[in-house]
């Protein structure tokens, strides 16, 4: 299935996070499914995430040379990815324990890059050399470990991805007010007016 990469599916916040929700519904074995089932989609994904990421990845595009090849990287920085800061929400920190395997996996994904981050203003390299999508995965992964980072993740209540909360009081509650915010809240009055028709006949 191809797979419109919209705004919404970049609510993430960062590179790493929106990747890490290209896993919809985890948690509900009933619904959930993965949108890298197939490996072509990691090739719109990040062709899409190269305009929608741009402030992040400082304007450098995102190339990916073998889809299939690639992927077994991709899906060991996302799995361990959620699972560090999927549980860092939970508990409040990073679990230690569950370091080494994400470690290993982004080291996978920086193995065969042959690039440059960190500058000052150019915290993925040069602009105008495009850049592996499995190395900025996991430079945009690793960049969570921040502690001011890891106090701002969030996990979306309606859809269950994780995102960034960069708002200035830390209350951001949806991934996205305009489609999770929104879904709630005609739930809720959908809820309050059958509760309200039951108390009506009942009376």
Request: one cysteine or more; aromatic letters at 6%.
């Amino acid at each position: 299935m191809t797979v419109a990469w919209t705004p919404h599916r970049f609510t993430g916040g960062l590179l790493a996070l929106d990747t890490a929700n290209t896993v919809v519904l985890r948690g509900d074995p009933d619904r959930t499914f993965d949108r890298f089932d197939d490996p072509a989609e990691i090739v719109r994904f990040a062709d899409a995430a190269s305009g929608f990421r741009a402030a992040e990845l400082g304007d450098r595009r995102l190339t990916v040379s073998s889809p299939t090849a690639i992927a077994p990287v991709v899906l060991s920085i996302r799995e361990t990815t959620d699972r560090l800061f999927r549980g860092a929400v939970s508990k409040g920190a990073v679990a230690t324990a569950d370091l080494p395997d994400f470690l290993r996996a982004c080291a996978e994904g920086l193995a065969r890059s042959r690039t440059e981050v960190g500058a000052p203003g150019r915290p993925f390299g040069d602009p105008l050399v495009p850049i592996p999508f499995e190395a900025a995965l996991a430079v945009s992964a690793l960049s969570l470990l921040r502690d001011d980072t890891v106090a701002r993740l969030r996990i979306c209540p309606n859809c269950t991805w994780l995102f960034v909360d960069r708002s200035r009081n830390s209350s951001r509650l949806w991934c996205d007010m305009a489609v999770c915010g929104n879904r709630q809240k005609a739930s809720r009055h959908y809820r309050r007016r059958r509760m309200a028709a039951h108390e009506v006949k009942d009376a």
